[in-house]
């Protein structure tokens, strides 16, 4: 097999699918529902993955769309809506919109995508004058529970910053601590990914993880322990480490993968989704409260997962 090391021979922490998201459940139980704006569910995916996070006691969710669309979806569903305040707009970008006002007027603390495209929840979200901005760069957080890897796995960012530079890099590291914090890790361990584990010029992502471990250093990220960069091998497996020569807290024992750009964290996610079954969470975090950021094609358990670690995170701003 010469250098190539293979999956089952690497640190076996396999654990049945779904572990992960059970633990981060319990420690739900003793929270509160979480006051929640559920943007434009008007299609049985969004809709019946708001209520299955009311039937868990996750989330208070406030409907937010056009009222017949939503009532006609819950009919055609059997779903049942009769203790659900249902905002009424005429569109998606109004739906956003309405959302994001009802969280800046106090009657939520979190918000849930429903049936409408990324980029208009977002640009409600963003707005300079009525949006959901704090002096921190918003960032998407996967929270993966991948069965072969024996803790959360959290991936960033994915979803928002496309080629981000070292200070929106270090707020993305930032959110991403804070995030491990809610789940109840006080000392998340960062892997800043690259290619190479080793500083090259010609790879402008290793620059910037040495950069970004030398910020922690000086306090300018703070509650997590950096390194980097690592490649994607060497952060996961202490095998693939030590056959490195990297002596590293982080190295084969990470908490947090960081990726250099939105594509290669995209694609790292989504291979272990589809090839390696790991079941996921997608939140944004840098918002004045946290937002369950889920795809069009997740199913209900990755809304649900969704709404535990938004659950958590809210919990978490409040102390």
Known sequence: MGD???????????????????????????????PTTVVHPCDEASLKGALLARDKDLIAPILVGPEERIRTVASETGADISDCQIIDTPHSHASAEKAVELIRAGRAAALMKGALHTDEVMAAIVDKTHGLRTERRMSHVFVLDVPRYAKPLLITDAAINIDPDLAVLADIVQNSIDLSHSMGNEAPKVAILS?????????????EAAALCKMADRGQIKGGILDGPLAFDNAISKRAAAAKGIVS???????????????????????????????????????????????????????????????????????
Not at 8 to 34: I, S, Y
């Open 4 to 34: 190539i090391i293979l999956f089952e021979e690497q640190d076996n922490h396999n654990h049945a699918a779904g572990r992960v998201f059970e633990k981060l459940e319990a420690q739900t139980k003793d929270l509160p529902p979480t």
């Open 195 to 207: 290619a190479v584990e080793t500083v090259n010029p010609k790879l402008p992502s290793t620059i």
């Open 249 to 319: 807290e982080v190295a084969g024992d990470a908490d947090i993968l960081v990726a250099p750009d939105l594509e290669a964290g995209n694609m790292m996610a989504k291979q272990l989704m589809y090839l390696a079954g790991a079941e996921s969470a997608g939140v944004v975090i840098g918002a004045r409260v946290p937002v369950m950021l889920t795809s069009r094609a997740d199913d209900e358990k990755s809304r649900l997962a969704s709404a535990m670690v938004a659950s958590l995170y809210a919990a978490w701003q409040m102390t």
